[in-house]
């Protein structure tokens, strides 16, 4: 009936979860077109600029950006406060805490290295907390992408 474990629920050997309920929750952790993302998309376009999402800025880099600007050459990424190690915010886990603070620290490396990939490459990188204002966010991109346009990139 039930497993050696006392448990209705043991995990694949290997995984991540602790319990069922901790796998469902964490397969419905979206890594894309989160409510900032979309709210902050959403405020961009009402300025009327255009942009792809969740594109690569780099072809052969295997990061991608939330959103990407390829003639100014603008990446902007919206980090989610835990998955990136906010100052403000991260509060390091309970459960199985070695895997994830690990996992987090590895994004945050991560992170540094593709700005700095995107950065020799000619591109200005626009990196925002999903807890920033998001009419702040976009003002921030806007001008930022219109000053580069008519700078010429």
């Given at each position: 009936?039930?497993?050696?474990?006392?448990?209705?629920?043991?995990?694949?050997?290997?995984?991540?979860?602790?319990s069922a309920a901790r796998r469902r929750n964490m397969q419905a952790i979206r890594s894309r077109d989160t409510a900032p993302?979309?709210?902050?998309?959403?405020?961009?376009?009402?300025?009327?600029?255009?942009?792809?999402?969740?594109?690569?800025?780099?072809?052969?880099?295997?990061?991608?950006?939330?959103?990407?600007?390829?003639?100014?050459?603008?990446?902007?990424?919206?980090?989610?406060?835990?998955?990136?190690?906010?100052?403000?915010?991260?509060?390091?886990?309970?459960?199985?805490?070695?895997?994830?603070?690990?996992?987090?620290?590895?994004?945050?490396?991560?992170?540094?290295?593709?700005?700095?990939?995107?950065?020799?490459?000619?591109?200005?990188?626009?990196?925002?907390?999903?807890?920033?204002?998001?009419?702040?966010?976009?003002?921030?991109?806007?001008?930022?992408?219109?000053?580069?346009?008519?700078?010429?990139?």
């Amino acid at each position: 009936m039930g497993s050696s474990s006392g448990s209705d629920w043991d995990p694949p050997p290997g995984s991540w979860a602790s319990s069922a309920a901790r796998r469902r929750n964490m397969q419905a952790i979206r890594s894309r077109d989160t409510a900032p993302e979309r709210l902050i998309r959403r405020l961009v376009h009402a300025q009327g600029l255009r942009y792809r999402v969740a594109a690569r800025p780099l072809p052969d880099l295997r990061r991608t950006a939330d959103m990407v600007f390829r003639p100014s050459k603008v990446a902007v990424f919206i980090d989610g406060c835990y998955w990136h190690g906010c100052p403000e915010h991260y509060v390091p886990p309970k459960t199985n805490p070695s895997y994830w603070s690990g996992k987090v620290t590895r994004n945050m490396a991560r992170d540094l290295d593709t700005d700095q990939r995107l950065r020799a490459a000619g591109w200005t990188v626009l990196r925002f907390w999903e807890h920033e204002s998001p009419d702040d966010c976009a003002l921030t991109i806007a001008a930022t992408v219109s000053r580069l346009r008519n700078d010429g990139g």
